[in-house]
């Protein structure tokens, strides 16, 4: 729905209820004030008659769907602005006519009138529900343009905490590799001590024999 259409919608509608008003007021009126009032009415007719030019080409200016809709209910209004417009002239014609003519004449009015107005009230109240569809419409989007915004902070969030997870990851797979570094190390230093040891024994086990054999020659001579 269009809401540039919504809006000439609601002035028409508006219009429409003040020209009816005006034209049951006139047919009472005599003389300058009847003149007046039918004067008022007729500026009405041209303001509403601007409406209907607007709204046809807003609709037709839309999507085919939507165009549809909107021109069977232009029907409507363009037939009740017709409705006024009969009024009128029946309000402004001469009053020479014989008293049954203007008796039928005057009924078949009351007629058109009531299905004018009848009509004006359908048409209100689809306007009406027509605006309470397109807030319905409007919470609908911001509802899903909030849920929209949370699932993006959301995955923002499970991005932060797979980076951390990464980097934690690796931290710890370099603790791993430094573990295993200094094992390597260490093995290193306890065979090289374990050498060291036998280096060391076999070096005093030959001292010892060294004095041994000395003190054995001093003894011997």
């Known amino acids: 729905m269009s809401e540039v259409f919504e809006g000439y919608e609601r002035q028409y509608c508006e219009i429409s209820a003040s020209l009816s008003r005006k034209c049951t007021g006139a047919a009472s009126l005599d003389g300058e004030q009847k003149k007046q009032k039918v004067s008022e009415i007729k500026a009405g007719l041209e303001d509403a008659e601007n409406l209907i030019r607007k709204m046809d080409l807003e609709a037709r200016s839309l ?14 209004y363009k037939s009740d602005l017709n409705n006024l417009k009969s009024e009128v002239k029946r309000i402004t014609s001469p009053n020479t ?9 005057e009924s078949g009015m009351a007629d058109t009138l009531a299905v004018s107005a009848d009509q004006r009230g359908r048409l209100l109240l689809s306007t009406e529900r027509l605006n309470q569809s397109s807030e319905s419409i ?3 989007r911001r509802t899903m343009l909030e849920t ?11 991005h932060q905490q797979r980076q951390s997870l990464l980097h934690a990851h ?27 040891k036998w280096i060391i024994s076999s070096i005093i086990a030959a001292l010892v024999l060294a004095i041994v054999l000395i003190l054995y020659f001093k003894l011997s001579h």
């Open 138 to 140: 409007k919470e609908s």
């Open 97 to 105: 006519k014989n008293a049954a003519r203007e008796e039928l004449l």
């Open 63 to 76: 999507q085919p769907s939507v165009k549809a809709a909107l021109l069977a209910k232009l029907r409507e």
């Open 148 to 158: 929209e915004e949370l699932g993006v902070s959301i995955l923002q969030d499970l």
């Open 170 to 196: 690796n931290t710890l797979h370099g603790v791993d590799d430094n573990i295993g570094k200094s094992k390597k190390i260490l093995t290193s230093m306890s065979r090289r001590m374990d050498r060291n």
